[in-house]
T-cell receptor, first 110, second 114 residues
Framework: GQNIDQPTEMTATEGAIVQINCTYQ??????LFWYQQHAGEAPTFLSY??LDGLEEKGRFSSFLSRSKGYSYLLLKELQMKDSASYLC???????????WGAGTKLIIKP | DGGITQSPKYLFRKEGQNVTLSCEQN?????MYWYRQDPGQGLRLIYY???????QKGDIAEGYSVSREKKESFPLTVTSAQKNPTAFYLC?????????????FGDGTRLSIL
């Protein structure tokens, strides 16, 4: 069956680094997306991985290991505005639908 | 500016009433999606459409209906058959043909029962 697991909640300190993990079990794999969602707002796209390795985009990086069914989102130099939920989503095949994890709520403390 | 517009932002439904949520996009995207988001759960797909005049059921289509008469518009009707409609509803769109293209979201409609 399809399953995507993320920690429910994480806490980190302003200025620090945090890693949010995502593991997935799907019948196929055609890419993994990370989104940020502030409370009561729309999800916004952060990153996309389809090949193994690290994709860096400013303070945010995303890593993928297809053999392990594992990805992480790395946030550096944390700012208070990074307090949000982070959603992991997998595209199983070419029909462009996404399977979504429940999201990780990240709390940043001063 | 290109984007996705959902309206209304807040909506209240009475017992036995059908309500329609609007979703309009000017991104020239072929595909459009409706999701439901409940606390502590991932986004769940209600319906999706990859082309005008065609749409498919998602994982939780019961109690909902959609239409796709224009490329820009994908309204969702929550019928009286949906017994637990209170949720945050998100509309999204994306291009077709490129697997790395993300879905773009509207600001959502929060539906509650009176």
């Amino acid at each position: 069956g399809q399953n995507i697991d993320q920690p429910t909640e994480m806490t980190a300190t302003e200025g620090a680094i945090v890693q949010i993990n995502c593991t997935y079990q799907t019948s196929g794999f055609n890419g993994l997306f990370w989104y940020q969602q502030h409370a009561g707002e729309a999800p916004t796209f952060l990153s996309y991985n389809v090949l193994d390795g690290l994709e860096e985009k400013g303070r945010f990086s995303s890593f993928l290991s297809r053999s392990k069914g594992y990805s992480y989102l790395l946030l550096k130099e944390l700012q208070m505005k990074d307090s949000a939920s982070y959603l992991c989503a997998v595209r199983e095949d070419s029909n462009y639908q996404l399977i979504w994890g429940a999201g990780t709520k990240l709390i940043i403390k001063p | 500016d290109g984007g996705i517009t959902q309206s209304p932002k807040y909506l209240f439904r009475k017992e036995g009433q059908n309500v329609t949520l609007s979703c309009e996009q000017n991104l020239n995207h072929d595909a459009m999606y409706w999701y439901r988001q409940d606390p502590g759960q991932g986004l769940r797909l209600i319906y999706y459409s990859q082309i005008v005049n065609d749409f498919q059921k998602g994982d939780i289509a019961e109690g909902y209906s959609v239409s796709r008469e224009k490329k820009e518009s994908f309204p969702l009707t929550v019928t009286s058959a949906q017994k637990n409609p209170t949720a945050f509803y998100l509309c999204a769109s994306s291009t077709q043909g490129y697997s790395n293209q993300p879905q773009h979201f509207g600001d959502g409609t929060r539906l509650s029962i009176l």
